[in-house]
């Protein structure tokens, strides 16, 4: 899997996260797409492990790719998929006491 790590102007921290196989590609369903064509899924290649640690700070977790989103369901963080031209895609808040 690929990880990215983001910061928003407000100093929110944002993991881009995707299965390697699907980086650069493009896909659309009706009015729906997801564009990983764009560095913003364009991280560095991950373990699970690593990715575990990179979670503990994140406020926000886009996911994309069966094997990111099965991470996330082990580490019971997603209810809500939605799939999009037979892929599926999360987004997660994660709340922090701050």
Same mark, same amino acid.
Request: charged share 35%; net charge negative.
């Given at each position: 899997?690929?990880?990215?790590?983001?910061?928003?102007?407000?100093?929110?921290? %944002?993991?881009?996260?995707?299965?390697?196989?699907?980086?650069?590609? *493009?896909?659309? #369903?009706?009015?729906?797409?997801? +564009? =990983?064509?764009?560095?913003?899924?364009?991280?560095?290649?991950?373990?699970?492990?690593?990715?575990?640690?990179? %979670?503990?700070?994140?406020?926000?977790?886009?996911?994309?790719?069966? *094997?990111?989103? #099965?991470?996330?369901?082990?580490? +019971? =963080?997603?209810?809500?998929?939605?799939?999009?031209?037979?892929?599926?895609?999360?987004?997660?808040?994660?709340?922090?006491?701050?």
């Amino acid at each position: 899997m690929l990880a990215k790590i983001h910061k928003n102007v407000e100093g929110r921290i %944002i993991l881009a996260l995707c299965d390697t196989e699907l980086i650069r590609k *493009k896909f659309v #369903e009706g009015d729906l797409q997801i +564009d =990983l064509t764009s560095e913003f899924y364009q991280g560095e290649e991950k373990t699970e492990d690593e990715i575990k640690e990179m %979670i503990k700070p994140v406020h926000v977790i886009n996911a994309v790719g069966e *094997k990111s989103i #099965e991470l996330l369901k082990k580490l +019971d =963080l997603v209810e809500n998929i939605i799939t999009i031209a037979g892929v599926p895609h999360a987004e997660v808040i994660l709340v922090k006491d701050e």
